[in-house]
């Protein structure tokens, strides 16, 4: 989110993408997890992708789905695959900084304008971590998507003092928002993903950040007012499955499954980018206000965003990382001046 917000929202997130990079020689139930709702766009897809696994490969690979959190946040997630307890899951950039915590690079407050900024430098660099995954047991399938965050709310934000006032909802793995909230001088308010709605529903927290879709899908939506105008960053996610599972599937398996997830992670992108613009339709006519966020909030989020990102140099991701991310996007910008 930008503040990662993101991700938050992220909801369930997440993760989100593409069917899994599996398949297996003898038949074989992959054990997936993800904090998705069972109704989501996400899971929809996700069946989807699992059932044309199994069809393709003959039922040599069936994949079993774990939805809506029931092996708890993507911390419990992660550590139960290192455990062989699971094989792989659908996670938002919060589950996947739990591999490697670099790739939140992609994910820094207000570092990209456009949709098209973010498909450009993320393309570029995805093949990079997917190395770097695979080197620690994980195989990073195709990118999956949340969606712009934005911050929403019981009362109306319309300054950094307003946001200030407020008890926002911090996934508490995320060091990206914590830095900027404590750049910010924001009171956040550590919790789980399946915990957020309760803390809305009881006071401990008037705030939180999400895209619109994770909110409907998570019903977040029917426990805030507003909404504000400014995307804070964008929350990205993707299926990762254990290498240990991966090496057992046989060479033609492999790239059954890698053409399903070619064809399937575009439409995965184009799907929740449209089922966002739905979700804040749908939370504008049931009484959500997108409050515009004014020029000068807009000026001061950016200005200490910029000041995070050289902080978690060295920290989160390395200055090398921040470099390429930075390259790429000024290269996509000088290539497409209007």
């Given at each position: 989110m930008s503040l990662r917000l993101f991700?938050?929202?992220?909801?369930?997130?997440?993760?989100?993408?593409?069917?899994?990079?599996?398949?297996?020689?003898q038949n074989t139930e992959l054990r997936m997890a993800t904090l998705a709702p069972p109704d989501s766009s996400w899971m929809k897809l996700l069946d989807k992708s699992s059932a044309e696994i199994a069809e393709k490969t003959q039922n040599r690979v069936t994949i079993k789905y774990y939805a809506g959190g029931v092996q708890g946040d993507e911390r419990d997630v992660i550590r139960k695959i290192r455990l062989g307890q699971l094989d792989g899951a659908a996670v938002t950039a919060i589950g996947l900084a739990m591999v490697d915590e670099s790739i939140r690079v992609l994910e820094l407050p207000m570092l990209f304008d456009t949709i098209d900024e973010m498909e450009y430098v993320?393309?570029?660099?995805?093949?990079?971590?997917?190395k770097k995954f695979e080197k620690k047991g994980f195989k990073l399938a195709d990118r999956g998507e949340v969606g712009w965050i934005y911050f929403m709310s019981k009362t109306k934000v319309e300054s950094l003092a307003d946001l200030k006032n407020t008890k926002v909802w911090m996934w508490g793995d995320d060091q990206v928002v914590g830095a900027m909230f404590r750049k910010l001088n924001v009171n956040g308010v550590p919790l789980g993903v399946p915990e957020v709605d309760a803390a809305l529903t009881s006071g401990r927290i008037n705030a939180c950040y999400s895209s619109p879709l994770a909110a409907v899908a998570l019903q977040w939506n029917t426990k805030v007012k507003y909404m504000t105008s400014m995307p804070m960053s964008y929350a990205l996610g993707a299926t990762v499955?254990?290498?240990?599972?991966?090496?057992?599937?046989?060479?033609?398996?492999?790239?059954?499954?890698?053409?399903?997830?070619?064809?399937?992670?575009?439409?995965?992108?184009?799907?929740?980018?449209?089922?966002?613009?739905?979700?804040?339709?749908?939370m504008t006519r049931k009484g959500v206000t997108v409050v515009q966020t004014p020029v000068a909030m807009i000026d001061d989020f950016r200005k200490n965003a910029q000041e995070v990102w050289k902080e978690l140099a060295g920290k989160v991701y390395s200055k090398e990382e921040l470099d390429m991310v930075l390259k790429y996007r000024d290269e996509f910008r000088a290539k497409n001046k209007k």
């Open positions: 991700v938050a929202a992220a909801l369930a997130g997440a993760g989100v993408a593409a069917a899994p990079a599996v398949a297996a020689a993320s393309g570029k660099m995805w093949p990079y971590f997917q499955v254990s290498m240990d599972a991966y090496n057992k599937l046989t060479e033609a398996d492999r790239k059954t499954i890698e053409k399903i997830q070619e064809k399937t992670g575009g439409k995965v992108r184009k799907t929740v980018r449209k089922d966002n613009e739905t979700a804040q339709k749908q």
